[in-house]
């Protein structure tokens, strides 16, 4: 899909984080480039939330270095870094539930002057989501868990952002629900939107994704297109569930 | 005379100012989770301020005159302080388990009361507070000081400010958002540490306007004043609903209210004659909130808020 030779939009490099004592990524190095869907899978505490929670500044890394579309993000402050383009959509959707779903997007585009285009965003994230315009005045606590996870993957994208990064979309939502989030995904990346996306289910995840990264216990141990790691025997008996 | 509406008055007054200064606690609890107990010497300090500027100026300028300067001093002098305790006793403490900071800030607390005691001119004993003379005003049966006319006009004035700010603006937006989730916040863009300045700065200029109000209607401040009217404004707070700036505006008023009507009502009532007047008034307030507390617990206005995953 991409030209080889188009530099990465997101480039991590040997990248460690810790909390405390423990250390949780133990050194990862894997790249983003424009367009592409990137997924990193793996089971709970291999470190896929960590690794995303270092990229947008919510932790410091211990070492190593992230770069991200010509500016080098360590020690940036989080709320430095979605002015760079770089949007993160956290595990357990984490919308604000006590403002309405409207007051929710704009906060997306919080740091955002041109007031027009972040209308015709606005538009555009209800023609994604058409309930959260039914629904723009109710407060965000009172929207089902599918509806929520809409809400923060729409508060993501008013950022407009050059990569979207989405912490576990599907988690907890009913299979219906998650076949939504996964095929808006698709649509997003059909608009040629670059994401970054952590899932459990691996199975939709590989299937959407350009590149591929399996963790576990903070290391990367696999990686691949996604439909080589799909076909892989070893990704199919750990995470996808054949015997 | 114990005439309903001058009671009504009196506890409304009273309430207002308890209410003016809830605001502080109310907001940086609802962000921060910190019950900043150096709050009341915040209150305190800016009633210094203002007692400065007013004894800077010369001495024939009329109150009315002076009084937008001294609430600017007073202003300046409880924020200064606030910002300052943030900035250097309480941000690094950020993360800590939360004892820490509590015991910060009754420490600070006590070194703000000392400081004033020992450097401020003759502070040792309650200096005297500039008053408005003229006839006290008769409102719908009850009778009014002229300088408590000034809370009954800044309090609704800084309650609408306040509500506007939060409700209308950018910043207030960012502000209520930091409040509920302040992680989220940071990846809206939000600088979650200008927020928490921002809300003790608004903390402390309310503060400080309540202290103007409050050397106007006691026409002296003290080194002491902020540790029991504190004490009830913090109360005041969690009777409201603490995190929520109107519950604390509520709070504020029913509790002055009940202190109000206590003092003038409790003694008429058969056997409880020795419970009335003045002395039993901080008891019966403290009774309100207990029974709140155990009916309540939330407050009047507070939701019941589920742990942060």
């Known amino acids: ?243 | 005379m114990h005439q309903l509406p001058q009671q009504l008055a009196n506890g409304i007054i009273l309430g207002a100012m308890y209410g003016l200064i809830a605001i502080g606690y109310t907001m940086v609890y609802g962000i921060v989770q910190l019950i900043n107990f150096a709050h009341g010497e915040i209150f305190m300090i800016g009633g210094f301020g203002a007692l400065t500027v007013h004894l800077a100026l010369p001495a024939a300028t009329p109150l009315l005159l002076a009084l937008p300067l001294m609430i600017a001093g007073g202003i300046t002098a409880a924020v200064a302080i606030a910002v300052t305790a943030e900035r250097f006793a309480y941000r690094p403490l950020r993360g800590a388990p939360r004892l820490a900071p509590l015991i910060t800030a009754i420490g600070l607390s006590i070194a703000l009361q000392q400081a004033v005691w020992k450097w401020y001119p003759d502070a040792k004993k309650a200096r005297v507070f500039p008053q408005f003379t003229g006839d006290s005003l008769h409102l719908l049966g009850a009778t009014v000081q002229r300088g408590e006319l000034f809370l009954l006009i800044a309090a609704p004035l800084c309650m609408t400010a306040l509500g506007l700010f939060v409700s209308r603006t950018r910043t207030g937006r960012g502000m209520q958002a930091t409040a509920q989730d302040p992680d989220t916040a940071r990846l809206m863009g939000i600088d979650t540490d200008r927020i928490i300045v921002i809300a003790f700065t608004i903390g402390a200029a309310f503060a400080a306007v309540a202290a103007v109000a409050h050397g106007l209607k006691y026409g002296q401040v003290d080194f002491r004043m902020g540790f029991i009217t504190g004490l009830k404004a913090f109360t005041a707070a969690v009777l409201g609903g603490i995190g929520n700036i109107y519950g604390a505006m509520l709070g504020g008023l029913v509790l002055g209210i009940a202190e109000a009507l206590a003092t003038g009502y409790i003694d008429h009532i058969p056997g409880m004659a020795q419970f009335g007047g003045g002395s039993w008034k901080d008891v019966w307030a403290f009774v309100l909130l207990i029974l709140v507390l155990l009916l309540r617990p939330q407050g009047l206005l507070g939701e019941r808020v589920a742990d942060r995953a």
């Open chain 1, 1 to 243: 899909m991409t030209p080889p030779h188009a530099p990465p939009l997101l480039e991590v490099h040997d990248l460690h984080v810790a909390y405390g004592k423990i250390e949780a990524v133990k050194g990862i190095t894997f790249t983003v480039h424009p367009g592409e869907v990137v997924t990193l899978i793996g089971t709970n505490g291999a470190g896929k939330t960590t690794t995303l929670r270092a990229l947008s500044g919510l932790l410091p890394p211990r070492s190593g270095t992230i770069h991200f579309n010509g500016h080098t993000l360590n020690g940036t402050p989080a709320h430095r870094i979605v002015a760079l383009g770089l949007a993160h959509s956290p595990e357990g959707r984490h919308i604000f539930p006590r403002l309405t779903i409207t007051e929710n997007l704009q906060l997306g585009a919080y740091l955002r002057k041109d007031t027009t285009a972040v209308n015709d965003d606005l538009q555009r994230v209800h023609a994604l989501f058409p309930v959260l315009a039914e629904r723009a005045r109710q407060p965000a606590g009172t929207l089902s868990g599918g509806e929520q996870q809409m809400l923060a993957m729409g508060r993501a994208l008013m950022s407009r952002p050059k990569l979207l990064m989405l912490d576990e979309p599907s988690m907890g939502l009913s299979p219906i629900m998650m076949r939504k989030i996964m095929d808006t995904i698709a649509e997003l990346k059909a608009a040629g939107t670059t994401i970054l996306l952590v899932e459990q289910n691996a199975q939709a995840a590989l299937a959407l994704a350009d590149q591929a990264h399996v963790m576990e216990v903070g290391r990367i141990v696999l990686s691949g297109t996604g439909a080589q790691l799909l076909h892989d025997t070893s990704v199919r008996k750990a995470y996808l569930g054949e015997d």
